[in-house]
């Protein structure tokens, strides 16, 4: 049985603003954890607590949408 990985609950700093997404989809690419889906042309964050916060989404993001 294949386990998620999974963080210590409610400490990830990862947050998005959905005004400044233009739904690109380089989070969801770079994203090692699926965390950041693409869904009605934005990104969204399905399980906070699955962000291992490398910051990839972050340094791939284009307008800086997500910290």
Sequence with gaps: KTRAMKYLPGVATLALDPVTCIGCGMCAEVCPHAVLPIDG?????????????????????????IT
């Design 41 to 65: 042309r934005k990104a969204g964050i399905v399980d906070r607590d699955a962000c291992m916060e490398c910051g990839a989404c972050q340094r791939n993001c284009p307008v800086q949408a």
